[in-house]
C-alpha cells in the first residue's frame, strides 16, 4: 500500500497548491465567487462534470449497480439528464443576468421581495448537500489508513474548507479539473474494464447473474419517476450548479460545454452500474452494496493503479463537497446575512467583500464537518436537500423564467407552502417516503398559480428591467460594480 498512499498524498498536497495559486487570483467578490465569469469551454465542462458527479455517484451509483445490475445507472443518469435539460433550455439566460446566487434572480423577476425566505431553503440544500459529501470521507479514508471515522471528516473535511477559503472559485476550479481528469482516469479508463475482465466479461456476468440484472427498467418505474422529480429538476434550480453557470464567459459555453457535462454523466452513470454489477459476480455476499466500490478497488486492482482509483473516488468527493461549500457560503452571506443586517455594498468595496466570503467559507466548512460528524446516513441527509429544493423553490425559480403572470406573493406562497408540505410528509411518512416531493410540488405549483392570479401582476418597470439582463443588455448591475479603468 506504500505506492497508494503516496499517490494520495501527492493529490492531497496539489489540492492545497492550487487552493494558495488560486488566492492570488480572487482579487475581486466576482473573482472570488465566480472566477471573474471568464471560463472557457474546456474548464467549464470540466468543472461542472466533477461538481455533479461527486461521492453519492460514484460510491453510490457503483452500489446500486451492484443491488439493481445495469437499471442502477438511473439515479446518475438522472443527474446528466437534468444537466443537459438546464444547458440546453436554460444556461444562456442564466448566464446573462450576471447575479451571483438563486435568490437574487429571484429578487429582479419579482421585484426584491422572495429573496431571504428563498434563501435560507436554499442554503439548507447546499449545507446538506455539503455535509453528504463530508460523511463520504470516512469510507474512502477506512480503506485507505484504517481511520476513526471523526477523524477521517475532520481530514478530508479540513483540505477542501483550506483550498476553498483561499481562492474560492479560482481554487475549486483549478481543483476541479484536476479532480475531473483524475475520475476520467480512475473510473472510466481503469476501474472499469479490469472489473468486467475481472469479473469473466460480460457473457460470463449474464451468466452468473439473474436476468433482471439486465432489465433497463429493473429498478422499479417509481424509482425511476423520483429519480427525474429529485435529481433531473434539481439540477436546474441549484445554487451549486448555477454558480456553475455563472462562471461561464458567454452564453455558448454555458450551452454547449455544459451540454458535454450532462453527456459525460450518461457515460459515467453507465460505467458506474457496468462496476457495480462486475462487483456482484466477484462478491455475491456483501453486507452493504456501498461496499462495492470499496471492495472491488482494494481486492482487485494492483497498487499504483488502487492509490489512483481511490484518489478518483476521493476527487468525486471533494469536487461536490467544494461546490456546495462555496454555495452554501454565498447563501448564507449574499442572501441571508448581508439582507437581515440591510448592509449596503459600496462601490468599490469588493475586496472587504472577498474578506467576507472567505470568512462565511470557513465559518460553513466548520458547520459542514461538525454536522457530517453528528450524522451517520449519506441517503436521508441527500433525500432531505433534495426534497426541500424542489418541492419549495423549483416552481417559482421555473415560473419565474417561463410565465410572465407569476408575482412575488404567489413565489412566496410556493415556498411556503412546498416547504412545510416537505417538512411535514417527511415526518409522517418518513424521510425516504416518495410522498414529500410529489405533494410537495404539486401544493407548491397550486399556491404559485392561485396567489399569482388573485395578486396584482409584476411591475411593468420591474418585468423591463428583468427583460434587459435576460437579453445581456446590463453587463454591469448593481451588485457587480465594475472598477476603475475597465
Same mark, same amino acid.
Given at each position: 500500500?506504500?505506492?497508494?498512499?503516496?499517490?494520495?498524498?501527492?493529490?492531497?498536497?496539489?489540492?492545497?497548491?492550487?487552493?494558495?495559486?488560486?488566492?492570488?487570483?480572487?482579487?475581486?467578490?466576482?473573482?472570488?465567487?465566480?472566477?471573474?465569469?471568464?471560463?472557457?469551454?474546456?474548464?467549464?465542462?470540466?468543472?461542472?462534470?466533477?461538481?455533479?458527479?461527486?461521492?453519492?455517484?460514484?460510491?453510490?451509483?457503483?452500489?446500486?449497480?451492484?443491488?439493481?445490475?445495469?437499471?442502477?445507472?438511473?439515479?446518475?443518469?438522472?443527474?446528466?439528464?437534468?444537466?443537459?435539460?438546464?444547458?440546453?433550455?436554460?444556461?444562456?439566460?442564466?448566464?446573462?443576468?450576471?447575479?451571483?446566487?438563486?435568490?437574487?434572480?429571484?429578487?429582479?423577476?419579482?421585484?426584491?421581495?422572495?429573496?431571504?425566505?428563498?434563501?435560507?431553503?436554499?442554503?439548507?440544500?447546499?449545507?446538506?448537500?455539503?455535509?453528504?459529501?463530508?460523511?463520504?470521507?470516512?469510507?474512502?479514508?477506512?480503506?485507505?489508513?484504517?481511520?476513526?471515522?471523526?477523524?477521517?471528516?475532520?481530514?478530508?473535511?479540513?483540505?477542501?474548507?483550506?483550498?476553498?477559503?483561499?481562492?474560492?472559485?479560482?481554487?475549486?476550479?483549478?481543483?476541479?479539473?484536476?479532480?475531473?481528469?483524475?475520475?476520467?482516469?480512475?473510473?472510466?479508463?481503469?476501474?472499469?474494464?479490469?472489473?468486467?475482465?475481472?469479473?469473466?466479461?460480460?457473457?460470463?456476468?449474464?451468466?452468473?447473474?439473474?436476468?433482471?440484472?439486465?432489465?433497463?427498467?429493473?429498478?422499479?418505474?417509481?424509482?425511476?419517476?423520483?429519480?427525474?422529480?429529485?435529481?433531473?429538476?434539481?439540477?436546474?434550480?441549484?445554487?451549486?450548479?448555477?454558480?456553475?453557470?455563472?462562471?461561464?464567459?458567454?452564453?455558448?459555453?454555458?450551452?454547449?460545454?455544459?451540454?458535454?457535462?450532462?453527456?459525460?454523466?450518461?457515460?459515467?452513470?453507465?460505467?458506474?452500474?457496468?462496476?457495480?454489477?462486475?462487483?456482484?459476480?466477484?462478491?455475491?455476499?456483501?453486507?452493504?452494496?456501498?461496499?462495492?466500490?470499496?471492495?472491488?478497488?482494494?481486492?482487485?486492482?494492483?497498487?499504483?493503479?488502487?492509490?489512483?482509483?481511490?484518489?478518483?473516488?476521493?476527487?468525486?468527493?471533494?469536487?461536490?463537497?467544494?461546490?456546495?461549500?462555496?454555495?452554501?457560503?454565498?447563501?448564507?452571506?449574499?442572501?441571508?446575512?448581508?439582507?437581515?443586517?440591510?448592509?449596503?455594498?459600496?462601490?468599490?468595496?469588493?475586496?472587504?467583500? @472577498?474578506? #467576507?466570503?472567505? &470568512?462565511? =467559507? $470557513?465559518?460553513?466548512? !466548520?458547520?459542514?464537518? +461538525? %454536522? /457530517?460528524?453528528?450524522?451517520?446516513?449519506?441517503?436521508?441527509?441527500?433525500?432531505?436537500?433534495?426534497?426541500?429544493? @424542489?418541492? #419549495?423553490?423549483? &416552481?417559482? =425559480? $421555473?415560473?419565474?423564467? !417561463?410565465?410572465?403572470? +407569476? %408575482? /412575488?406573493?404567489?413565489?412566496?406562497?410556493?415556498?411556503?407552502?412546498?416547504?412545510?408540505?416537505?417538512?411535514?410528509?417527511?415526518?409522517?411518512?418518513?424521510?425516504?417516503?416518495?410522498?414529500?416531493?410529489?405533494?410537495?410540488?404539486?401544493?407548491?405549483?397550486?399556491?404559485?398559480?392561485?396567489?399569482?392570479?388573485?395578486?396584482?401582476?409584476?411591475?411593468?418597470?420591474?418585468?423591463?428591467?428583468?427583460?434587459?439582463?435576460?437579453?445581456?443588455?446590463?453587463?454591469?448591475?448593481?451588485?457587480?460594480?465594475?472598477?476603475?479603468?475597465?
Amino acid at each position: 500500500m506504500a505506492v497508494d498512499y503516496t499517490v494520495i498524498v501527492v493529490y492531497l498536497a496539489g489540492m492545497l497548491a492550487m487552493g494558495w495559486w488560486g488566492m492570488r487570483r480572487a482579487r475581486s467578490k466576482s473573482e472570488f465567487l465566480v472566477a471573474g465569469r471568464r471560463l472557457g469551454p474546456v474548464m467549464y465542462s470540466g468543472t461542472m462534470a466533477a461538481i455533479v458527479l461527486g461521492g453519492a455517484s460514484t460510491i453510490g451509483g457503483v452500489g446500486l449497480g451492484y443491488q439493481y445490475g445495469l437499471s442502477g445507472a438511473w439515479m446518475v443518469f438522472t443527474i446528466g439528464l437534468g444537466l443537459l435539460a438546464l444547458s440546453v433550455f436554460f444556461s444562456a439566460r442564466i448566464a446573462r443576468l450576471k447575479v451571483y446566487t438563486v435568490s437574487e434572480m429571484l429578487d429582479l423577476r419579482y421585484g426584491g421581495r422572495a429573496g431571504v425566505i428563498s434563501g435560507v431553503v436554499m442554503w439548507a440544500y447546499t449545507l446538506m448537500l455539503a455535509v453528504t459529501s463530508t460523511i463520504a470521507y470516512a469510507t474512502i479514508f477506512d480503506v485507505l489508513f484504517d481511520m476513526n471515522r471523526t477523524l477521517a471528516i475532520v481530514l478530508g473535511g479540513s483540505i477542501v474548507v483550506a483550498y476553498s477559503t483561499l481562492g474560492g472559485m479560482w481554487s475549486i476550479t483549478l481543483t476541479d479539473m484536476v479532480q475531473f481528469v483524475v475520475k476520467t482516469v480512475g473510473v472510466l479508463l481503469l476501474l472499469l474494464p479490469i472489473a468486467v475482465v475481472k469479473a469473466g466479461g460480460f457473457s460470463e456476468m449474464r451468466a452468473t447473474l439473474p436476468t433482471e440484472y439486465f432489465d433497463p427498467l429493473g429498478i422499479g418505474g417509481e424509482t425511476i419517476f423520483t429519480y427525474v422529480l429529485i435529481y433531473t429538476f434539481g439540477m436546474l434550480i441549484g445554487q451549486d450548479i448555477w454558480q456553475r453557470v455563472f462562471t461561464a464567459r458567454g452564453d455558448r459555453t454555458a450551452k454547449w460545454g455544459g451540454t458535454v457535462a450532462g453527456t459525460y454523466c450518461l457515460v459515467y452513470a453507465l460505467a458506474g452500474a457496468v462496476i457495480g454489477t462486475a462487483a456482484k459476480v466477484l462478491y455475491p455476499r456483501l453486507g452493504s452494496p456501498d461496499d462495492a466500490f470499496a471492495t472491488i478497488v482494494k481486492d482487485e486492482l494492483p497498487p499504483g493503479v488502487r492509490g489512483l482509483v481511490l484518489a478518483a473516488a476521493l476527487a468525486a468527493v471533494m469536487s461536490t463537497s467544494s461546490g456546495a461549500l462555496i454555495a452554501c457560503a454565498t447563501v448564507a452571506n449574499n442572501d441571508i446575512w448581508s439582507r437581515l443586517r440591510g448592509a449596503v455594498r459600496p462601490a468599490g468595496g469588493e475586496r472587504d467583500e @472577498v474578506r #467576507g466570503n472567505r &470568512v462565511f =467559507i $470557513l465559518l460553513m466548512g !466548520l458547520a459542514v464537518i +461538525g %454536522t /457530517a460528524i453528528a450524522l451517520n446516513n449519506v441517503v436521508e441527509a441527500l433525500t432531505v436537500a433534495y426534497n426541500l429544493l @424542489v418541492g #419549495g423553490l423549483l &416552481v417559482p =425559480i $421555473l415560473g419565474g423564467l !417561463l410565465w410572465r403572470r +407569476g %408575482t /412575488a406573493q404567489g413565489a412566496l406562497a410556493a415556498v411556503a407552502v412546498g416547504g412545510v408540505a416537505v417538512v411535514a410528509l417527511m415526518a409522517a411518512r418518513g424521510i425516504l417516503a416518495n410522498e414529500p416531493v410529489y405533494w410537495g410540488l404539486l401544493s407548491s405549483l397550486a399556491a404559485y398559480l392561485a396567489v399569482s392570479l388573485m395578486t396584482r401582476p409584476t411591475d411593468a418597470a420591474v418585468l423591463a428591467v428583468w427583460r434587459e439582463r435576460l437579453a445581456g443588455r446590463d453587463p454591469a448591475p448593481v451588485s457587480e460594480p465594475v472598477p476603475a479603468g475597465q
